[in-house]
């Protein structure tokens, strides 16, 4: 312990702005969009609202209560609880370095391309591969991209995360949803939102996949709610021991799906309306998305906003998951926050530069079959997310006294916690069994 007074979040608001920062990023922007546009649209939709509930909500509920119990890193959070369950809050340790190795690989290009915009250079569809080829170019938008992430992390939780998250959150529900209005009254829009809001029940191709969809959506839910990685944990920890957290969960997740729905009305509309196939990957918002900004005479202006947008919700993410090593450190070792920051931020780098290279130079280098790329995201959001909530829900279902549990998610007993008996049953049981058929359909599949 370097001896650093312990922060703590100035306000409920800005707590449940900083969670929602950590949860709306990539995830939301990037990912569900072409995710469900490959996975038959309405059907991933509603999946994926569901398991939010049966999934998200409780497990979201439980990293919070663990950590403002802790008051301490998810390692030490757990080791309280359990003196022998330090390793489940562990996962996010391991989990971020993976998660943020290819992160900022992706944070690096959306850089790149509000740059492009804001300049004038409105990239072509076919210009995207090309550019994520490159050996030298990538990589230095990816490092301006730690290094950004780096810089708010060293200024500390509530003058930096919640600083940033409290003026970023609103603003981005309010330009994204100018956006969605526009995005859906282009011509033939309407056939997008269909595609995203009604499931087809005459589609047999659709039907067959259904387990495979309903794998991919459970995830989502990891990945976008930043799920089993201590990261929740973390920020609990800074929580004053009033704040309601039943309440605040259910806002994180609402807020949380909302940026995505928005997310889905931006793009797919526009995507039917410039008549490509919604399925083309996580090329997407890249190459889709430009080349129909490229046709609109307001494009210039509206991707630069956008891929400012999408910029501002990844930065907040990747704060969240830098101050999980970051929190570990500067408590477990003599080192300051600074330090702990610009130690992790270089072994993220080093890790980085393979995964950037995988799309050029590296591209026929394979982990279990998979590029360096593809196997940061195989292992994050398939093994370390999945299986670090897999033992959060045990340590609180089984391993918590159920009367201290009960305390903390009452905060001492004075807030009423109705769904108590139901949640108990989602983290003792059915969360466990859901994540053991993901993890087993991932390396099946
Ligand atoms: N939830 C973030 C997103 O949607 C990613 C993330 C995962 C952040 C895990 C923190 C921990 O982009």
Not at 174 to 196: E, H, N, Q
Not at 333 to 342: D, E, I, W
């Amino acid at each position: 312990m370097n001896g650093e007074k312990r922060d703590n979040w100035s306000s409920g608001f800005g707590f449940v702005m900083s969670a929602a920062g950590s949860a709306i990023g990539l995830g939301n922007i990037w990912k569900f969009p072409y995710v469900c546009g490959m996975n038959g649209g309405a059907v991933f939709l509603s999946l994926y609202i569901l398991f939010a509930v049966i999934l998200g909500y409780p497990i979201l509920l439980t990293e919070l209560a663990i950590g403002r119990s802790g008051q301490m890193n998810a390692v030490d959070s757990c080791r309280k609880i359990h003196p022998k369950w330090g390793f489940a809050g562990g996962f996010g340790i391991i989990g971020s370095v993976a998660v943020l190795s290819y992160y900022s690989v992706v944070g690096g290009w959306v850089m790149r391309y509000a740059f492009s915009f804001i300049s004038g250079n409105i990239p072509k569809a076919d210009e995207f591969t090309l550019f994520a080829s490159k050996t030298a170019e990538p990589i230095l938008w990816q490092m301006g991209f730690i290094i950004l992430t780096t810089a708010v992390i060293i200024s500390g939780v509530s003058g930096g995360i919640e600083k940033v998250s409290s003026f970023l959150i609103p603003s981005l529900l309010i330009f994204l949803t100018a956006m969605m209005i526009y995005s859906c009254s282009l011509p033939d829009a309407v056939k997008g939102v269909r595609f995203f809001l009604i499931p087809d029940s005459s589609d047999k191709i659709r039907i067959n996949a259904l387990p495979m969809t309903a794998v991919r959506a459970m995830g989502q839910v990891f990945f976008s709610l930043s799920l089993g990685m201590g990261t929740l944990i973390t920020y609990g920890s800074y929580l004053k021991k009033d704040f309601r957290l039943s309440r605040g969960t259910v806002s994180i997740i609402v807020i949380d799906t909302i940026i995505a729905v928005i997310s889905g009305l931006i793009i797919l509309p526009a995507v039917f309306s410039a008549g490509i196939a919604p399925d083309e990957g996580a090329g997407l918002i890249f190459s889709a998305l430009t080349e129909v900004f490229g046709r609109l005479s307001a494009g210039r202006f509206l991707g630069s906003l956008f891929f400012i947008l999408v910029f501002s919700a990844a930065l907040t993410s990747s704060i969240s998951l830098l101050e999980v090593i970051v929190s570990f450190l500067s408590e477990k070792t003599n080192l300051s926050r600074a330090y702990a920051a610009l130690l992790a931020s270089a072994v993220i780098f080093l890790f980085s530069v393979p995964a950037s290279l995988s799309h050029g130079i590296l591209s026929d280098v394979t982990i279990m079959g998979l590029t360096v790329f593809d196997f940061f995201i195989f292992l994050s959001d398939n093994i370390i997310m999945p299986l670090g909530a897999f033992f959060l829900c045990i340590l609180a279902g089984h391993l918590w006294k159920n009367d201290m549990l009960y305390n903390e998610l009452t905060s001492g007993n004075t807030v009423r916690f109705m769904a108590w008996k139901a949640y108990l049953c989602l983290i003792r049981y059915i969360c466990p069994a859901l994540i053991i058929i993901i993890t087993t359909a991932a390396f099946i599949m």
